[in-house]
């Protein structure tokens, strides 16, 4: 039975967030979804291993307004230990973590950070449902063998498990956590030998060569990677695991034959997919489609997100019907069903803004323009460790790790405010949250395929200006979700909130 005392530190992400530093001996149960080879720290003894971790409060689908809160996709976990074999042991992503007083802060960065100190404890359970209460790996205290749950305990870790089943069966993990992947649009073209650094991926192995301790992995386009270990493999075949920040080796010969090596750096890690989880079926999908047309290969993921919005399905070439309003974008179904407001109204809103501030609305119209439809300056870079705004095209920051981002405004109109000169300034900036804007569409690559947009044509550049262009007619209607925000000089505006271009 837990103590008084346990059930008031007893606590989640989102309000560890609120205060990291308000209480030193909190109590939390964590997801993980990432964790790093234990590495030996310069100045000292001990090594470090590095773990990702979300829970149902604080991960890429949750939005907290917290003024030093930069990141909110999952917080990072710092774990000390004297030797290696000490570090924890993970398995699966979505294996769980019990951490006991912990020390949290917020990073310059803005993002929360836990570490291990003297007196803090953490055991490793399962995230599978059904699977036992016993810790499979845990800090060395002789009280950690064999550790009972409380009854507080077990409801925790059992509603933690049920919501990992839903939360991994839906997501991709391209989704959930910073992913590069391999991209080899123009390099695997030359002959000779390619390096790619920090590179994700998600791969089955095929085959395992024992004596010299190779496996042979296979990607979901039937791709080869060949990775050799010191150590004998632990992997089975047919197991399909999430290789993060790897070093990728791409031989490619005078036939123009491709051989790929992957090595493991520092920070790599290596989880195994639960058969439940979104990334594990869509592997095995892509290989059946791939055995029924081995001519043809996956160049696009699905859209994992799409069936979260109230997108309007039409047949083929069907046309639409007399008064029915054709939409250009979607929002979320579980909103999609609220009251659309009047634009005159959410203007008069701009007036007392602190009444509204933090408020979400539904506005239905149609774009009467744009400030501008200029590629080059919709689209930028931003840096994800220096939090920088580079141009596109900028080549100087092509070793930097980035991602792309879509700063623009939209003039909206609607019927309140047709025969006037009144419109809603609608301010869109991506990088402020998780967004697949004009993932619909087919056109660009993903927001952090860097390699991709390095060698976008301008033909492509052209052909989104002139879809935004587009856009711009009284027929195409927008449902969109706005919300009003107040900039640190006091001026209210409103900004767009998890719409999406429908293709």
């Not at 930069?70 to 000390?80: A, E, G, L």
């Not at 900028?394 to 405010?417: A, C, G, L, N, T």
């Not at 025969?419 to 869109?428: E, H, P, R, T």
């Not at 993903?446 to 009284?474: C, H, M, S, V």
């Amino acid at each position: 039975m837990a103590s008084i005392t346990e059930l008031k530190n007893e606590s989640t992400i989102a309000t560890i967030a609120e205060n990291p530093t308000g209480n030193l001996h909190y109590l939390l149960f964590a997801v993980i979804i990432d964790v790093s080879e234990p590495t030996k720290l310069e100045e000292s003894k001990n090594y470090i291993t590095k773990l990702k971790v979300i829970d149902p409060s604080f991960n890429y689908k949750e939005e907290l307004k917290l003024g030093q809160l930069k990141f909110h996709k999952f917080i990072h976990v710092n774990v000390f230990t004297e030797t290696p074999e000490d570090a924890p042991k993970i398995t699966f992503i979505g294996d769980i973590i019990r951490l006991r007083r912990f020390k949290f802060k917020y990073t310059s960065k803005g993002e929360i950070m836990g570490n291990d100190t003297k007196y803090s404890n953490w055991l490793i359970y399962s995230g599978k449902k059904s699977d036992s209460v016993v810790s499979t790996s845990f800090k060395k205290y002789d009280k950690n063998i064999n550790r009972k749950l409380t009854d507080c305990e077990a409801g925790r870790l059992s509603d933690l498990r049920n919501w990992n089943d839903t939360f991994f069966f839906k997501h991709s993990l391209k989704y959930i956590s910073w992913w590069n992947d391999l991209k080899e649009t123009h390099d695997a073209k030359k002959k000779g030998k390619h390096t790619y650094e920090q590179v994700d991926l998600i791969i089955k192995c095929k085959s395992i060569e024992p004596k010299k301790n190779i496996i042979e992995f296979v990607d979901k386009d039937n791709v080869t990677f060949l990775l050799a270990i010191k150590d004998t493999p632990s992997i089975k075949v047919n197991q399909i695991i999430k290789l993060r920040c790897v070093i990728v080796t791409v031989d490619v010969s005078a036939s123009g034959s491709a051989t790929r090596h992957i090595k493991l750096s520092n920070l790599s890690s290596c989880l195994l997919l639960p058969v439940v989880s979104y990334d594990y079926r869509q592997f095995d999908k892509s290989v059946q489609e791939a055995k029924k047309s081995p001519a043809k290969s996956v160049k696009t993921d699905l859209l994992p997100f799409i069936n979260e919005y109230a997108v309007a399905d039409k047949a083929k070439g069907a046309k639409k019907g007399k008064g029915e309003a054709h939409y250009v974008t979607a929002i979320k179904k579980n909103i999609a069903v609220k009251k659309v407001e009047k634009i005159d109204g959410l203007l008069k809103n701009l007036d007392a803004p602190g009444n509204f501030h933090g408020n979400k609305f539904i506005v239905d119209g149609f774009i009467a323009g744009f400030a501008t439809t200029d590629s080059s300056k919709i689209i930028k870079k931003i840096g994800v460790d220096d939090k920088k705004l580079y141009d596109i095209k900028d080549d100087s920051v092509k070793d930097k790790r980035s991602k792309i981002i879509y700063h623009f405004i939209m003039q909206v109109k609607d019927e309140s405010v047709e025969n006037s000169d009144k419109f809603l300034n609608v301010y869109v900036l991506t990088g402020e949250y998780e967004s697949r804007l004009f993932d619909t569409w087919k056109l660009l690559p993903q927001n952090d395929d860097i390699t991709g947009w390095r060698g976008l044509k301008q033909n492509t550049y052209n052909e989104f200006e002139k879809r935004l262009n587009a856009l711009k007619n009284p027929e195409n209607r927008v449902k969109l979700v706005v919300e009003l925000m107040i900039t640190k000089s006091s001026k209210p505006f409103y900004r767009l909130v998890d719409t999406i271009f429908t293709a």
